[in-house]
T-cell receptor
Framework: KNEVEQSPQNLTAQEGEFITINCSYSVGISALHWLQQHPGGGIVSLFMLSSGKKKHGRLIATINIQEKHSSLHITASHPRDSAVYICAVNSRRNTGNQFYFGTGTSLTVIP | DTGVSQDPRHKITKRGQNVTFRCDPISEHNRLYWYRQTLGQGPEFLTYFQNEAQLEKSRLLSDRFSAERPKGSFSTLEIQRTEQGDSAMYLC?????????????????FGPGTRLTVL
């Protein structure tokens, strides 16, 4: 079983819709990250969370440490949001802070 | 320095050949990570360096794989006797790790990746 599980695997939305992507993890973590990957491979960091909630523009990320669960929300979705969104965690059992990744959620926003 | 760079971006090779990839991290970053991503999957950890020391290797890193970071700056990942199962995107990331003891979380910056196809 993967340490990090994401759902859904694929998501298609109409422009303007509110989108939620979920992430659950099974290990103790020092931080959780939401990453965005565009076709071609480049990965950019959207959020780094250890508690609570963060907001950046139309993106909101929340984490519940007790439930080992995080969500990424996109408000007023736009076609340019189409990408793969990946949840990753820094496990407490590793001193190197390497990431353990979910399988990603492929989002397509239709105009 | 605008970020992490990787070279080459694409590599096509025949089974049994050796390949080497290079990663240049952000200059002041002391940690460097290698990950592998197969199609439709999330990346998987391979190995990481703190300065020139290779501190952890995943069980995914078979004896055909070797990574170096000789001067604590750029790193190379070599795959010997490539197999079709090695076909993947190889991602490099760097971070400014906190030295000493168990560090707190830190952000990683990813390179564009090297896509390897083994025929």
């Amino acid at each position: 079983k993967n340490e990090v599980e994401q759902s859904p695997q694929n998501l298609t939305a109409q422009e303007g819709e509110f989108i939620t992507i979920n992430c659950s993890y099974s290990v103790g973590i020092s931080a959780l990250h939401w990453l965005q990957q565009h076709p071609g491979g480049g990965i950019v960091s959207l959020f780094m969370l250890s508690s609570g909630k963060k907001k950046h523009g139309r993106l909101i990320a929340t984490i519940n440490i007790q439930e080992k669960h995080s969500s990424l929300h996109i408000t007023a979705s736009h076609p340019r949001d189409s990408a793969v969104y990946i949840c990753a965690v820094n496990s407490r059992r590793n001193t190197g802070n390497q990431f353990y990744f979910g399988t990603g959620t492929s989002l397509t926003v239709i105009p | 320095d605008t970020g992490v760079s990787q070279d080459p971006r694409h590599k096509i090779t025949k089974r049994g050949q050796n390949v080497t990839f290079r990663c240049d991290p952000i200059s002041e970053h002391n940690r460097l990570y290698w990950y592998r991503q197969t199609l439709g999957q999330g990346p998987e950890f391979l190995t990481y360096f703190q300065n020139e020391a290779q501190l952890e290797k995943s069980r995914l890193l078979s004896d055909r794989f070797s990574a170096e970071r000789p001067k604590g700056s750029f790193s190379t990942l070599e795959i010997q006797r490539t197999e079709q199962g090695d076909s993947a995107m190889y991602l490099c990331a760097s971070s400014l790790g906190i030295l000493g003891g168990r560090s707190s979380y830190n952000e990683q910056f990813f390179g564009p990746g090297t896509r390897l196809t083994v025929l």
